[in-house]
């Protein structure tokens, strides 16, 4: 029977899964970690795993994991010394280096400098430390010693990467991955004698571990049929052989618990095995953490702000993506007036108001971008009209350096898309992606919630642990090999209401909408799925649901009309051949190509010229057709 206090702690957890916003912070409990590394104490009675950045230390058998550290250090791939002491890497936001834990939890930096130092291991006797690292350049190995910090180079190969050194236990080997730019290879040193290849395939290679007796190397391996682990038998030749199948296994050094039992991790799981059985066991445990839930989003952008007026008109496409779901809507009327969409409803009839008709084109929403990206300029704004992006919300952020919002978009002197401020009342979207210190970001996550803001993020613990509650561009899920998540990925996602956003681009050019867009499909998001993350769930994010992200009346006229098949094929999306924003209508033609003034004649000429003239149908000058014309703009002031 479940107790009370876990059974509240499961309808916790639940709660988080169905409502994705959780009220209060949740207790979390998961039993199983992507890409984990499990290391022992000298005696086996002791396991200790990295898990949210955190070290857990477990009894041999299972259950409960107990914090080791805190989540200031981003701490991976641990090796426990025979006296409890650990070494393991970390990354405090400076950059990744070697960090010593002692078994009170205390820590400190061993490695610095340049580069990137990894996969450390302890050499018999505790007294050295044998690492990957790329502070030359390309990686290469070599050894600390721990008590006054002297560093030496074991190799020099520029060109190829030596990676995840293993060192036996009499300390008379030592074994490496070496990649080059075909293969990947084992190699072993025995002494002082020169090194010899003892295995090599053309898929990846990793985390070799070395018998106590110093006759087999178990490695994983990335075979074609799927990851196993591999024994290479160090005879005279070396042969290798599979010795397990079938599980999705971490690139993590296996754990040797004496001579023919070793620790490892797979599926999620800490696994147990006796060298050479076909049966694994399974070590049960549970971690639990606390991460709070986010807080409601608003807009401070309600209220009525007066704006131009631009007539009254009904747009015809073929198809009608409104943005409610997956599908298109045929023989649907668009009624726009003003800045406003009036009426989405069955096409008739309508006397004495200007229709637009395009039959082979597709009417969808205009696009949202979220964050302006480096280098945004404010003549880039015709450019982002004419890629679809009709809004561009500001994400205010602690970063110094973060972008200055383009001046004329709003004021009507540049034509570009409705800059608006995603805000809550208390405290605003707070973007922490540009600190680095991980314990600067964490007070800056722990101060923004305790303000109400919303917080933006694009690392997922501990930062979800702390408040954030958005991932924004950047952001890496962690996957297993096998491009699995598990509990803990999976969990701390439900429980801490986390959603993903497509926001700040990559790159900084007008259209990197576009190119996020087809980067999600390509991921494996649905075409609809993609427009979704850049229309209405970018709309809700920021607080303007309620007047973007779908074609609806009472919400603001952004609207493109495009060729092709977007909830099939999202990169037609970019077949943009017109733009409504703000009621206002916008060809690609004239916001890309001419900046001299151009009558409505001109512009319908230009139109009447694209691949569809036989699809657009004459446009009159009741209402303003907007073209790039200097000082003639007149774009609303102030959108809202």
């Not at 561009?392 to 001046?407: I, K």
């Not at 649905?526 to 427009?531: G, N, V």
């Amino acid at each position: 029977m479940l107790s009370d206090r876990l059974r509240q702690i499961l309808l916790a957890v639940l709660a988080g899964v169905a409502a994705a916003v959780p009220a209060a912070a949740v207790e979390l409990g998961v039993s199983e970690g992507t890409n984990i590394a499990v290391t022992a104490s000298a005696d086996g009675r002791t396991l200790v795993f990295d898990l949210y950045g955190r070290l857990w230390r477990l009894d041999r058998r299972g259950g409960m994991a107990e914090p080791l550290t805190g989540p200031a250090l981003d701490l991976r791939r641990p090796d426990m010394r025979d006296d409890g002491t650990i070494v393991a890497e970390g990354d405090d936001g400076s950059a990744r280096k070697l960090w010593l834990v002692e078994p009170d939890g205390t820590t400190r930096m061993l490695t610095d400098g340049e580069g990137r130092d990894a996969s450390p291991r302890w050499y018999p006797g505790g007294r050295r430390v044998v690492f990957s690292s790329d502070r030359a350049g390309s990686a290469d190995l070599y050894a600390i010693d721990v008590t006054d910090g002297t560093v030496s180079a074991l190799t020099r190969t520029p060109g190829t990467d030596e990676l995840d050194p293993a060192i036996s236990a009499s300390g008379r080997l030592t074994a490496w991955i070496t990649r080059t730019a075909a293969r990947w290879e084992l190699w072993l040193r025995d002494g002082a004698a020169a090194p010899r290849l003892v295995h090599s395939a053309a898929h990846r290679l990793s985390a070799p571990s070395i018998r106590p007796d110093d006759s087999v190397i178990v490695l994983v391996e990335d075979a074609p049929d799927g990851a196993q682990l591999t024994a290479v038998i160090l005879s005279d030749p070396a042969v290798a052989k599979p010795l397990a199948r079938e599980e999705d296994f971490f690139r993590r050094p296996v754990e040797w618990l004496g001579r023919n039992r070793l620790a490892y991790t797979a599926d999620g799981r800490i696994r147990t095995r006796v060298f050479g059985e076909l049966r694994a066991r399974e070590v049960p445990w549970t971690a639990w953490i606390s991460p709070a839930g986010p807080p409601g989003i608003h807009s401070d952008l309600d209220g009525d702000t007066p704006l131009l007026h631009h007539g009254r008109y009904v747009v015809r496409a073929g198809r009608v993506f409104d943005g409610s779901g997956p599908a298109y809507r045929a023989g649907i009327d668009v009624v726009v007036e003003d800045d406003r969409i009036v009426e989405v409803g069955e096409r008739r009839q309508r006397d004495g108001v200007e229709v637009l008709e395009f039959p082979d084109a597709v009417l969808m929403p205009g696009l949202l971008q979220l964050g302006l990206g480096d280098g945004v300029r404010a003549d880039d704004g015709p450019l982002l009209l004419a890629c679809g992006v009709t809004t561009v919300v500001e994400l205010p952020s602690p970063d110094a350096n973060r972008p200055t919002p383009p001046d004329g978009w709003n004021a009507g002197t540049v034509p570009g898309p409705a800059l608006v401020s995603g805000r809550t009342p208390d405290g605003g979207l707070a973007d922490v992606r540009g600190i680095r210190d991980r314990a600067r970001r964490l007070e800056r996550i722990r101060e923004a919630r305790s303000a109400g803001a919303t917080v933006i993020t694009d690392r997922l613990y501990p930062d979800l642990e702390a408040g954030a509650s958005l991932l924004g561009a950047g952001s890496e899920l962690p996957t297993s090999p096998a491009g699995r998540r598990y509990e803990d990925v999976r969990r701390l996602l439900a429980a801490s209401g986390a959603r993903r956003i497509a926001d700040r681009p990559d790159n900084p050019g007008p259209c990197s909408v576009q190119e996020q867009l087809r980067r999600l499909q390509n991921q494996g998001a649905s075409a609809y799925e993609a427009l979704r993350r850049h229309t209405a769930e970018a709309a809700g994010l920021v607080g303007l649901e309620d007047s973007r992200g779908r074609l609806e009346a009472g919400r603001r006229a952004d609207m493109l009309l495009v060729a092709g098949d977007p909830l099939r094929q999202v990169a037609d999306a970019a077949e943009v051949r017109a733009v409504i924003a703000g009621g206002r209508f916008f060809t690609p033609a004239g916001l890309t190509v001419s900046r001299d003034p151009q009558s409505p004649a001109e512009v319908s000429d230009n139109l009447t010229e694209s691949d569809d003239s036989e699809l657009l149908s004459p446009i009159s000058d009741s209402f303003d057709i907007m073209e790039s014309s200097g000082e003639s703009w007149h774009y609303p002031p102030v959108p809202r």
